[in-house]
């Protein structure tokens, strides 16, 4: 058997495109999402609210969950301060000494607005880019890291300001929309849509189970704000004032939904790295060769690799069951089971499989 592929030299594979039939046995293929899971989901977070840190930061430790998290330029200050919009209560926001210690520990750090304001749809692309840039360029001097998210203040888009996002260097915008998951294909990366968390019981946990059953096949993003323990003073304050959509739930209720979330089975990964798995996906091809007992699997892609170095899982079929793999994300040797393996590729590089005696 492995003697008459000894005499193919090589042949191509384009993407999901099957083999001729001698050929069957091996294929491989980009999956739709990393490591072939069924679906993906970001939790992402708004305004940098001091008990994201406070309550949500340690359940997605405990979960291993990375997320994203937006801050307000001039909310933001080195030590915790307390700032909000006119007309609101004053909520404690995230000192830079947070936002850094999130971005190290592997979260992404994404836009909201040097000011909490909508951004004018009637400017010139011009002005609204460098608003754009100057939240972007703080966070970036900050966290010594490229910022690619933007979550638009208050969801709020038009045509110009999602080209000034363009312009301005995201790569990433999220609002909110008519859908409740974002496809697999994107529609536009600049109107990438959310659910927002509107308070302790919207959604309740049925609505909730509805949100990550449409996430199959699909990418869900959250949108989380505060978490206020019941008794606070902030959630006594919204109770007396008979605020509906508070944006605020409950720690308890925070980590019920992320416990779901986390057994779901999905992907979960912060936007940008979802974001950029999929439009990397989109815009790579692989080729299969074969040579006696190697096999070379070869990416061709026309992204930005300096930018777009998200690792694509491509799923490999093959009769041998003890190989060795080089050049990948997880090298080394394996045992195959199924005759299926996954394997972690940069966009761009190859990779060679050995079959082992
Ligand atoms: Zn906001």
Redesign the pocket.
Known sequence: MVKKFCYILSFMLVSLTAISQNQKKFSAEITTWYQDKVGAVSISF??ASYTQYEYAYPVLEKYKLKATFSL?GEWTHDKPTYSAEPDIFLIKKMGWQQIKELHQNGHEIAA?GYK?QKYGKRLPKIILTQQMRQIKNLIESKINAPVYTL?Y??SFTSDSIIAAAEESGFLFGRTEGKENVNQYKLNNKYLLVSQAILNDTTPNENEFAQWIKQANGNWLILMY?HLFPQGSKEMNIMKNHNVKNTFSLYPDTFEKQIKTVAASGYWVAPIAVVGKYIVEREHTKIEMRMFCNTIKIKTFTTVDTTIYNQALTVKVKLPWTKISVEGSENDGDYKVKNSELLIDILPGKTIKIKKRK
């Open positions: 708004d305004d307000v909201h909490h979550h203040p208050y704000h």
